[in-house]
């Protein structure tokens, strides 16, 4: 079982509201990734961070924002949700790895959002 | 244009029969290949990673293999149990940068049924 963590599991908000979704891991792993995945559908990535202070957009255009201050903590951000981001959010680290460019990347449950 | 294509979309199998998972793909240059778990609720869960020279490699029930050339995998799951059901997802991930870069399916929905 991995050690990440995200919280809320399931959030249900209006639309306009401000919304952090929580993550951590306790693995003290250096990347991290934020997905989104609608059902049936592959996932997306939206934001990664190699380490503290650093943070990428990912391929999919996303209006979240994303801070890491801290190695295990990387919480995504919008600012004001709109029904368009009803999905669900799932964040995930990984460690260095000898071969390859990613590691083995470990998971959490998930937050499933729904803005109405 | 890196694609990976998994099939079937869905599948449901007996409790105690054997299945097995199909995933194709075009991306390059190929780094890896992974297979995750994903249960209904949750997030992935890793179940094998093969590199280029590798062409079969075990977890349990599930045995992964890899044709390079062919740029073909498949997952065969042995005498399904019904905490199988779930969508099996495979990821292959490029070596074309320096953070590299995952590659997603959009998994098989397996239902194993007792």
Redesign the interface.
Request: charged letters at 10%; hydrophobic letters at 35%; a neutral charge.
């Given at each position: 079982e991995?050690d990440?963590y995200q919280t809320p599991r399931y959030l249900v908000i209006g639309t306009g509201k401000k919304i952090t979704l929580e993550c951590s891991q306790t693995m003290g792993h250096d990347k991290m990734y934020w997905y989104q995945q609608d059902p049936?559908?592959?996932?997306?990535?939206i934001h990664?961070s190699?380490g503290v202070n650093s943070t990428e957009k990912g391929d999919l255009s996303s209006e979240s924002t994303v801070s890491r201050i801290r190695t295990e903590h990387f919480p995504l951000t919008l600012e004001s949700a709109r029904p368009s981001h009803t999905s669900q959010y799932?964040?995930?680290s990984s460690d260095r790895e000898t071969?390859?460019?990613?590691g083995?990347?470990?998971?959490?449950?998930?937050t499933?959002l729904l803005v109405l | 244009k890196n694609q990976v294509e998994q099939s079937p979309q869905s599948l449901i199998i007996l409790e105690g029969k054997n299945c097995t998972l199909q995933c194709n793909y075009t991306v390059s240059p190929f780094s890896n290949l992974r297979w995750y778990k994903q249960d209904t609720g949750r997030g992935p869960v890793s179940l094998t990673i093969m590199t280029f020279s590798e062409n079969t490699k075990s977890n349990g029930r599930y045995t992964a293999t890899l044709d390079a050339d062919t740029k073909q995998s498949s997952l065969h799951i042995t005498a399904s149990q019904l905490s199988d059901s779930a969508s099996y997802i495979c990821v292959v991930s490029d070596r074309g940068s320096t953070l590299g870069r995952l590659y997603f399916g959009r998994g098989t929905q397996l239902t194993v049924w007792p």
């Open positions: 991995a990440i049936g559908m592959e996932l997306h990535l990664y190699y799932l964040c995930a071969s390859g460019p990613w083995t990347q470990y998971f959490g449950p998930g499933r | -």
